[in-house]
């Protein structure tokens, strides 16, 4: 018997010798090859420590059945990252890059108990609001214009010329953006996850959320936005701006990823040859293996305590890793079964509350572009692909793809038109060249 076969293996690169045991998530061998770090944290039990950036510790939670006890245990672990112990004694280095997202913000997301319920309640209500007619074909419209600027050249950047903006301006649609306040939107999202000036990013993108607030007090309309001022929790609003800012943030970076690792599922697995009708299992397929967000939802102990044979300091971090649980070794039955068990969009009184917009979003836009474009591939070798950087999400640096040259028409037919909620109708009119979001309602308008 080979007794070295069951020895944990080392990631690649991995200095966890270095860091007093803890395993860096963070780091080009971290974005090439996390499956190899998952199956190494394995080797600790249901829980591992972990470095998600250099001098900021956690604790990850690999294990699927152990990481939905906690996900469903809110009196135990709270989402309010006041509680963050080393956060709040000063030992977290002033500039590290991933402060700023567990930062606290008076939104659903950082709420436990009452406040929790009452912000929850409204974006759940609101969004359950949202027409899937209406969605499949403002995602179709979008899809349209998008294929429209880069058809006729036969290549593109399907992640930074299709994926991402997709899902900033679809929302932008949900949301009710007029021209200028969508530009902004789409400038500071993009801004905070591509971490350039992201200070500033953050900054016009409040500002720009404070303006459609303003503007749906005087001028509601059929859009998320009015619906949550509409909503009986009578929302002020500060917290509007903070509602707005956490959906249209945390609602589009992970859906931009979704597609984007769909497309590269799709074409680098000669599995999805028939592209067109394998979609919502690429997707699950996606969703299990390679999920947008690989490790958040984080939380802190409410007290000390004992879980999952690991001793928790009240205030400790604790972050789920939403692709070690999905890949446990456990679940391959469930995985090649077609089960939605994964938990991806996570699980208990914090799951995602746009799980279903998103999905349709995403079977929508994806199926269009290959019914555009059917002779869609690579443009580069799989292997010179590049994932970006970070412990928090999983997405690919470019997808360049080319394809048979096609020509969009510059407006859609009126079969296919869906008027913009009010008052972007009004508004698209007024639009001049700018951004891509008043580039789309001028087009749209022809």
């Known amino acids: 018997m080979d007794v070295r076969s069951s020895a944990p293996v080392p ?14 998530l963070y780091g080009p061998e971290f974005a090439a090859y996390p499956q190899a770090y998952y199956d190494y944290l394995r080797h600790y039990g249901p829980t591992a420590p972990v470095e998600i950036a ?10 699927y059945q152990t990481a939905l006890r906690l996900l469903q245990d809110p009196t135990n672990f709270r989402k309010d990252p006041r509680r963050w112990r080393d956060f709040a004694e000063g030992k977290l280095p002033a500039d590290s890059p991933v402060v700023p997202t567990l930062a606290y913000r008076p939104n659903a997301m950082c709420s436990d108990g009452a406040e929790h319920l009452r912000l929850r309640q409204a974006i759940t209500d609101a969004m359950s ?14 899809s349209r214009f998008l294929i429209s600027q880069f058809g006729a050249r036969g290549s593109a950047d399907l992640l930074s010329d299709y994926a991402k903006q997709v899902s900033l301006m679809v929302f932008n649609e949900l949301f009710g953006c007029p021209a200028d306040i969508g530009d902004r939107v789409m400038f500071g999202v993009s801004g905070m996850f591509e971490g350039v000036n992201a200070e500033q990013a953050v900054g016009v993108l409040f500002g720009a959320c404070g303006e459609l607030v303003a503007l ?11 619906w949550l001022l509409q909503h009986h929790a009578k929302l002020t609003d500060e917290e509007m701006v903070y509602q707005l800012a956490l959906l249209l943030g945390a609602g589009t970076e992970p859906l931009r990823n979704l597609i984007g690792n769909t497309l590269h599922r799709v074409l680098t697995d000669d599995g999805y040859a028939n592209k067109g009708g394998l979609i919502d299992e690429a997707i699950d397929d996606t969703l299990w293996e390679n ?20 001793h928790f300091r009240a205030g400790d971090l604790v ?9 446990g070794p456990a679940l391959a039955a469930a995985r090649q079964a077609g089960s939605r068990a994964h938990l991806s969009w996570s699980a208990g009184p914090h799951a995602c509350p746009s799980k279903e917009p998103a999905r349709q979003i995403a079977v929508t836009a994806i199926e269009y572009l290959f019914n555009q ?8 070798p799989e292997e010179s692909l590049r994932w970006r950087p970070g412990p928090f999400s999983r997405g690919l640096a470019s997808l360049p793809a080319r394809f048979t040259p096609v020509e969009i ?3 859609t037919t009126t079969a296919q038109r869906t008027e913009p909620a009010e008052p972007v109708a009004a508004e698209a009119g007024k639009a001049e060249r700018g951004g891509r979001w008043s580039q789309f309602l001028s087009w749209i308008k022809g």
Do not use: W
């Open 11 to 24: 990631p690649p690169g991995c200095p966890a010798h270095a860091l007093g045991g803890r395993v860096p």
């Open 54 to 63: 250099p001098g900021v510790e956690a604790t990850l939670v690999t294990d």
């Open 129 to 142: 609001r949202i027409d899937t007619h209406r969605l499949a074909r403002s995602t179709e419209q979008v």
């Open 216 to 226: 749906k007090r005087s001028r509601p309309g059929d859009d998320v936005t009015s």
């Open 291 to 310: 999920p947008p967000m690989s490790n958040f939802a984080a939380h802190y102990p409410a007290s000390d305590l004992e879980f999952a044979g690991h």
């Open 319 to 327: 972050l789920i890793s939403l692709a070690a649980a999905n890949t």
């Open 373 to 380: 474009l059917p002779d869609v591939v690579l443009a580069v």
């Open 409 to 411: 028409a510059g407006r």
